[in-house]
């Protein structure tokens, strides 16, 4: 049950977080609508492409495209409540990755494979739907940035196997994974953690 909810709420979140960033970037509704969608089913059409899930998730089930298109007329409606734009992008994208990690762990265990593996399958489900959004956006990938951002993605993996291994209750694995990526990920932000730049001087 949590996971289906979580599933939605990370379509929502994701969504919301495309959709700003086209009002950011002043789209009309058809633009806003795209960047939301492609930010949505991005990373999990990639997943699926990747373990031969084919047709890849959101053409089997309508309800993707509900949600992003209710989330994209809310985002529009209420767009002056959310007046610091880049907060909110953050916010909704930071939980965006958070659930989708899990979401891409749980795919690959579900077709066994090893825990390496579908650490890397949440991590590109979490992080590939943003990439396309900052590229269709003219901005460089948060995820190129010298920001902690897929790394939270990883280390939130291994929190997930780490409780798994201590036969914790799935609920709690869910939410402490997504707490945990969330929290690595405002924390890096607000304390400016990052790699070092490669320059050639």
Known sequence: MIFSILDILGLIAFAISGALAGIE?????????????????GGGTLRDLLIGNTPVFWLLNLQ???????????????????????????????????????????????????????????????????????????????????????????????????LKLLHVNDDVIYIGTAGTIILIRILAVRYHWSFPKIEIK
Not at 25 to 41: C, E, Y
């Open 64 to 162: 993707t495209f509900y949600i992003v298109v209710a989330a994209t007329v809310i985002s529009i409606v209420f767009r002056q409540y959310l007046s610091f734009l880049r907060t909110s992008l953050f916010l909704f994208d930071t939980i965006g990755i958070g659930i989708f990690t899990i979401i891409g762990i749980e795919k690959g265990l579900s077709i066994n494979f090893s825990p390496i593996v579908c650490i890397l399958l949440g991590t590109v489900t979490a992080c590939f739907g943003g990439v396309a959004r900052d590229i269709l956006c003219n901005e460089i990938p948060v995820i190129f940035r010298k920001e902690i951002y897929a790394t939270a993605c990883l280390m939130g993996g291994f929190m997930f196997f780490g």
């Open 25 to 41: 970037k002043k789209l009309d509704f058809f633009g806003v609508f795209v960047i939301a969608m492609v930010t949505s089913i």
